[in-house]
Structures are given as C-alpha cells and as structure tokens.
DNA sequence: ATAGGGTTAG
C-alpha cells in the first residue's frame, strides 16, 4: 500500500505478458540458438543413410550448434559419437571449435582440438590454422601462439593481423614491436592500424608514429586516421589536432573520428563546430557523422541544432534506418520531447533493441508509466527483441507504480531471457521488492549479487530504511564499509533517513558530520533537512531550529515543512510560528503549512489564532490535496481517497478501521493525530 | 579507422 498525489497506473496489472509462441519462435531462430536438448543422436544416423550425399552434414551442424552455444562438454561428447560412426568433422566444426575455445578461454579443450586437427586433417587450409592461432591467443597462450606463428605452414597478413594485435591488446607492446619490425610494412598496413588502435598511452603512440613515417607508411587516409584517433585515446587532443590538419586527403571517418576525440574529452561545443565545418566542406556525411553530432546535441541538451540536424537527415531521406533513427530519438528522449522522440521512433523501418531502450527508457525517466509499458507491450507482441537495458527501465517503472505483480511477472521474464543487467538491473530489482513491499525478496536479490557497488549497497540500504529496519540499515552501511565500497551522497540520505525512523539522533548527527571529514563528500540541503527531521521527530526543536538558521544552504520548504512537522508532534507553538511563517512565505500555497499550524493552535486551544489560518487558506482559496492510497488485490487495483465510500464494501472496510484504530488507542496522539490530518475521520475542510 | 541505450533518495 502506498499514498501518492496521482493516482496509480496499472495498465498490465490483470493481464499477462505477452509471450511470443515458443515452438513458432524455434522454428525461425537461427541454428545456434537451438537448443542442446532436441539432440539428432538417435535420427542421425538414418538420416545419413537416407541421404548418402548429405553424411556428416547434420551431425556436423549439429556438433557447431552445441558449440556455438558454448557447450564444449556436450559437443565433445558428440564428437565421440561422430567418430564411432565414423563421421568425419568438417573445417567448419573445427573453426568453430576453435573460436568457441578462445571465446570461453578453454585452453585444454582447444589443445586438444589441434591436436585433433594435425592427426586426422590432411593439409588444413591457412584460414584454418588462423583460427588455431587465434584460440592460443585468446587463452593469453603466447608461448604456444608463437611456436604455432613460427612453425605454421600457411602464414598469411591475417596471422600477423592476429598474433599482433593480440600481443598489444595484452600489453606485449615489445612481442608486438619485434614482430612489427620484421613484417613487410606496406603489405600489412591493416596490421598497423590495429597495432595503432590498441595503444593508449602516449610514448608508446609516439614510437609507433615515428615508425609509421619511417616505414613511410604516411600520408594514407587510413594509417592517419588510426593516429589522429590514437592520441585522442591517450588524451593528447592536440596530437588528433596536428595530425589532422597535416592530412591532406580526409574522409568522413577521419572527420567522424577526430569529433568523438572532442566528445570523450568533453569538449562538446568544439565537436558540433567541427560537424558545421564538415557541412561546409562539403563532406559527404554518413550514419556515424549523424550519429556522433546528435549525441553531442544531447549532450549540450542543444535542441535547435538537433532539430536543424534532423531536418538533414530527413532531406538525405536516413530517418528510417536504425542507426540515425535511434540516436536521434535519444537526442528527443535527452532534451525531454517525448513526443518528438516517439515521431522519430516511428519513423525507424527497422527497430532493434537499442531503440527500443532509449524510447523505453525515456518514457520511464520522464514519469510516463503508461506508456512505458505499453511499448513494451508492443515490444513484446512485435518482435523477438530483449535486452538488460530495457528491463532495467522496466523495473524501475514497477518501483514507481509499487506494483508487485507486474514486476515479479517482469522479474520471471528477464531471468528466462538472461536479461537481467549485472548491478543496474539488480540494483533497480532490490528498490522494485522493497517499494513494493518486499524486503525479504529485496535482500535475496541483493544477496544474490556478486560484487555489490555502491548503487546496490544504497539501495538495499534505502530499503530497510523505508522499511523502518533501522539497525538493519546501518549495519548493513558498516558492512559496506569493511568491504571497502565508498558512500555516496545517496547512501547517506539512506542512513540518516534510518536514523530518523528509530530516533536515533547522536548518531545521525555524527553520520552526517562524517560525511565530510572521513568521506570527502559535501552534504547537501536535503542531507541538512533529513537532520531537521530527526531533530524535530525526537522533539529537539531548538537543535532543529538553530540548524535550520545557521547550515550552510538557504532553507526550502522542505527545511521548514519537517520542523512544523515537529512542532505539531511535540505541541511547540512559539517554534511552530516561526517554522509556519517561513514555510508560507516560500510557498504561500502549500496546504501543509496552514493545515499543520492550524492544528497545533486548535491543540492548544487557541481557537482565535486557529480561525485566522484557516481564513487565510480560504482567502487563497486552497482546498487540501487529496491523497489516495491503493492496494492491488487479485490483480485489481482498489483504489481510496478521503472520505472516500465508493468501494462496493465500504461498509466492512471502514468497521475494520475502527477496529484497528481502537486498537492504536493505547498509542500516543500522534498516530490519531496523522489519521485526522489525513483526514479520515475528520474532514479539515 | 568512426555511432546509438540502463541503476540508488526525497
């Protein structure tokens, strides 16, 4: 159950997620997502009597099937049937045995394919041998990748290209350098560009430039623009720069490049100047170009150059391809025209899953719920299309709208797809149990998580704390701690918020001073206004007073609003006075403020001074806001407002309240006190 | 050789 000001959306909450018709789904998949349990072991063999010509093909389809899924125990085990039929394996099966090896860094089995391969291939081709090569270096086996390099009887640039690039991306830049030096440069100039591509510390950069132009390797478009991007990666913007302007032939990748130069180094403005005088040059731009130059509007939250660019893709008629629709309509979701992003989405001829992120997404970080899930209803009904991205969002839809239901029918969904993103989707998973109710599901998720960083231990924290689990908070902040993950601003707003709920103000006072002097981090305002909470709520006005004079910010309405609260709890009305003043002069229309004083004057009995706010409230003419709680019961939300006796069993719902209210007697004022400023049993107004 | 999406609070 939650009190919000809107009322809740729930458009899926009685329904089911569409889920697409698993059978027809295999039927059209590619055959590596075919799963490993429809094995051919017991059809195989007939089919290959039936079919003389076509022996073997199945079973080796079948063999790179379970391969490619990165089942190597399963796969072996069919090569060892393959052989006792006496099937012989194919060059594919051994290329992708091979690359699967590499991919999974299975040194063992990989070795035991090429020794495979030397015993029963006659005379492998040099593709072949390149994928071996390119298995040993995978698995970070330079000993056998270089004895393989030496020995291999069909070298070709490709092996270069792999034994090379291999040993710079593992930071063998002297390897890399002595094979360098004895390759024929301009046969191999792919080979540079690689090598180029994979350094990113400058002396390193320098070295090879100046091999580069002793080898005579430049001018080449293609050599040049792998430098210019060079000394951009290792942050020397002016090497891009000089190596630039020293090209006499540029491209638009040239171009395209020297601008994501500008944008990792955050010089956004100087990248769109650089895409105007690409425009004036006449450079025949491409989906790159656009792409980059609309996250550099989204970026400068640019809306009028974005919309200019947008008119240019629309006269080189490119809306409808994927990769300029679905920067462009991020660029819309970043600038916060939804409309105008969902227009541009429409446009795309071809969706994928990126786009279907950022609109997603979009629709959840500017509130609409609604239609947020809607697309991904559509999503779902549409196309075979799932990523971590947009569950992420989805969860975090489900946290806004508390809804249960949805989200563990969503949570199931993501786990089947393997969709759930490490941290960010966990992160959002642990705030959608806990807001849901949830805490229990919300620590198994958190537990579940491998290495927690700050955003997951913050929002497990949040979620005991919302839960009133104070001690449970600040352990788990302690915990934290020994694990050596830092705090953050957020974290903090978690652990106060948990000293607030239990009282606990020496420590509250001593979390919030240690922000700065052990955490390096700068309390904000709303780290101040949790510590006027506290204050009031343990009836320390005059602390919560004096704070709220003398912190470092200028007090909001929040500042004020908490010690009004205070002082209407601890009946304080000179404090109250002073707290209600300032709250109305910074928001004359807050509600709260007038109907907190007036009740803390009617408390005391003072009738006159009563009546004087609530004619200023009705001067202004403001009606108290209606809140509204919900639960959501089978499916069915039932939704309540003040007063409110529209629900067909208004009659048992209200005898039970009076139960439990009697119930609450025993308790102080406080809990009748929030009843009646909910107004429940006495309307205010 | 160049591009596009997500998390924690109130």
Redesign the pocket.
Known sequence: MGSLPTPPLNPLSSQEIPIKNKISDIKTLSFNKIPSWISLNNSSSSVAKNNQKQKGQVENLHLVSLTKQGKLNEAFEFLKQMDIEGITVNTQSYECLFETCGNMKSLSKGKKIHKRLVKFVKNPSGFVWNSVLKMYCECGCFLDARKLFDEMPKRNSFSWYIIISSYAQNGLFREAFGLLSVMDPMENK?VY??LI?EISRLELGKQIHSVVIKNRLTPD??ID??LA?MYATCECLDGSVAVFDGMSEK????W??LM?GY?QAEQHKEALALFVRMMEENIQL????Y??V??VC?FLNDYDSGRQIHGCIVKYGIDSD??????LL?FY?KCGKLDDACFAFKRISHP????W??II??Y??YGKFEECIESFKNLRCEADIS????Y??I??VC?ALADLNLGMQVHADAIKRCSI?????E??L??MYS?SGRLGDARNVFDSVDEP????W??II??C??HGHASEALYLFGKMRSCGVRP????F??VL?ACSHSGLVFEARQYLDSMRSEFGIDA?I?HYNCMIDIYSRAGNLEDALELVTNMPFEPNV?SWKSLLGGCWSHSNVEIGKIASRNLLQLDPDDTAGYILMFNLYAWKGKWEEAAQIRKKMNERNLKKDVSCSWLTIKGKVHRFTVGDRHHPQTEEIYSKLEQLNSSCLHHNRNTLAHLNYDGSYIPFI
């Open positions: 792919l560009a690689s591509q478009a293609y623009t792998a991007n491209n638009v990748v040239t395209t490049g994501v944008t491409d989906e790159y170009a792409s980059t609309l996250k989204s994927v990769s300029v629709g679905t920067p991020d979701v994928n899953d990126v786009t992120s950022s997404s979009g959840s970080q990523n971590p991205f947009i992420t969002s969860f975090k946290s993103s490490e941290l960010y989707g992160s959002a642990v705030t807001r960083d700050t955003v997951a913050t929002a949040c979620g704390s919302y953050n601003s957020v974290t707003i978690g918020t904000t709303d929040a």
